[in-house]
């Protein structure tokens, strides 16, 4: 999936992985207890009225000005929940409110407790990291024989596998079959081990690993030993389930003919990625935020919450592995590396270990400073572009009052700034595109055939008055509505919303760029 300036081009950029470290089937330390038993929440010394004063007032703010309905965010600081806050509404018919307890659609954090439950598996010596998928999954076929053969599953769990993210043209797989099949005929863009490319594809095959050496679903697995030692009774992995309680969260994605509109729980997009199918490892969550926070202090290794694996086996999950091109582009963040289920930056001299979640209709982060002992999450019912800013940009922003070193930069205006992503002029541009007229001539004159080496040759066409946008590589054909001359807003599958621009380049070409980032060049008309 194509989301350029918002977690990596393609969602990764390639790099060479350096796969280093020791067997962790072989650590020798005694096995944690994963037995059902529900935790409770351990508690903190609360924050004082000014501090928490501050964080509900930048929350606020933040939500209000990223037209978001409604948010939930928790904090966890020195092993216990010291903040725990519900923001707007979670139904706009209804004006119900979100609570600490709302469940969400939470998307591709789900990968971290796939990896989990790898960790766990290797803990029990039942697999290593380091051996083939074929070893466990003997009917995986890749584009690449020799691939195939080599791959392991610590390059799933990392995304060094070389494949890309593939095609859904024939829907979303349904069973194991249907998801090996569209392995098989899916692009390779390097061999195993060679460079950083996200996929959920990756995770969807590491679910079936957890699947073959459990035996049992992976729905099942992660329900027992995760969700329920945790006692995270707000979660689950099936959007059904979700959808038939009256206390969730309501979906809201953005169409920029439209703007921001309710979305149904059997949205094609949204069950695709359904927990008993095969992409759920990849996506198949909802949670709540106190149900986060619980996770947040596993993580951290609290020591009110019962370790779920070894302590050497934590460390392994969150180690840097592979060099990526950063969640999103900026100045701020730094030494940018995926771990198993985890990026892995800088922020501001600290570690930062974190994931975000992207569903239709809802946006979620989860962001961990290891050594503040500190956890910031957030949940959305927003899929409106903007909204991926908020998530980080907030986090960082809690990130800053709660520790002692100085902030140098204010992350969320930072951030904005950066991307060219102002969330009141994004707004005014989706108004703007319902109005505004653009004459033919000026259309015609920057369609063409354009082209860079990331992405090859893609073109903008006019078709019946409107530019068409379509990259092959990406799986990309949106229509462009302008905003004003040389401006668009995307409309399209996984489109909507993205700044389109195409401007002069100083030799008199023409340059396309997605949400500020350049995608390349016109090379005939």
Request: some cysteine; charged content about 15%; proline content about 7%.
């Amino acid at each position: 999936m194509f989301q350029p300036n918002v977690r990596r081009t393609a969602y990764g950029k390639a790099v060479a992985v350096l796969l280093i470290g020791l067997m962790l089937a072989a650590c020798a330390a005694p096995l944690p207890s994963t037995a059902p038993t529900q935790e409770t929440t351990p508690a903190a010394p609360s924050l004082t009225g000014p501090t928490q004063n501050a964080i509900t007032a930048l929350i606020e703010e933040a939500r209000i000005r990223y037209a978001i309905p409604g948010v939930a965010v928790a904090i966890v600081k020195d092993g216990g929940v010291v903040y725990s806050q519900g923001f707007g509404v979670r139904d706009v018919t209804t004006t119900a409110p979100v609570t600490p307890e709302t469940p969400f659609p939470a998307g591709s954090i789900v990968k971290s407790m796939t990896a989990l439950a790898i960790g766990q598996l290797v803990d029990q010596g039942r697999l290593n990291l380091d051996d083939p998928v074929r070893h466990y999954v003997p009917d995986l076929r890749l584009a690449d024989e020799t691939a195939a053969a080599q791959l392991t599953l610590r390059q799933l769990l990392n995304q060094t596998s070389g494949l890309t993210e593939g095609s859904w043209s024939e829907g979303f797989p349904q069973n194991r079959a249907a998801l090996l099949k569209l392995v098989k005929s899916t692009t390779l863009a390097a061999r195993p081990g060679e460079q950083f490319q996200y996929a959920n594809l990756n995770y969807a095959l590491a679910g079936a690993v957890v699947e073959a050496v459990s035996g049992q679903p992976w729905v099942d697995y992660v329900e027992a030993n995760i969700l329920m030692p945790l006692g995270m009774a707000q979660s689950g992995l099936s959007f059904q389930d979700l959808a038939a309680q009256d206390s969730s969260a309501r979906l809201y994605s953005l169409d920029v003919r439209a703007g921001l509109r309710p979305l149904a729980f059997d949205d094609a997009n949204l069950l695709g990625f359904n927990g008993p199918l095969p992409l759920g490892p990849s996506g198949g969550l909802y949670t709540s935020a106190n149900d986060l926070a619980r996770y947040a202090l596993l993580h951290l290794g609290a020591p009110g919450v019962t370790p779920l694996v070894r302590p050497e086996t934590l460390a392994e999950l969150h180690r840097p592995q592979t060099p990526t091109g950063g969640t999103i582009p900026s100045s701020i963040l730094g030494d940018s590396h995926y771990a198993l289920g985890w990026d892995v930056e800088q922020y501001n001299g600290m570690k930062i270990v974190h994931h975000g979640g992207f569903l239709p209709g809802a946006m979620a982060h989860v962001l961990l400073v290891p050594e503040e002992q500190l956890g910031v999450v957030v949940l959305t019912n927003s899929d409106a572009f903007p909204t991926a800013f908020f998530k980080l940009g907030v986090s960082l922003q809690i990130v800053d009052v709660l520790t002692d070193k100085a902030a140098t930069v204010q992350p969320l205006t930072t951030l904005e700034t950066e991307s060219g992503i102002d969330p009141t002029v994004f707004y005014a541009a989706v108004d703007a595109a319902r109005t505004f007229q653009a004459a033919p001539e000026d259309l015609e004159a920057v369609s063409g055939t354009y082209e860079s080496a990331e992405v090859g040759a893609f073109s903008v066409t006019l078709n019946e008055h409107t530019l068409v946008l379509e990259v092959p590589a990406a799986q990309i054909r949106w229509e462009l509505l302008p905003y004003d001359e040389r401006r668009f807003l995307a409309a399209g599958p996984n489109g909507d919303g993205k700044l389109v621009m195409i401007a002069d380049t100083p030799d008199g070409n023409l340059q396309l760029s997605i949400n500020g980032q350049i995608i390349g060049e016109r090379v005939r008309r």
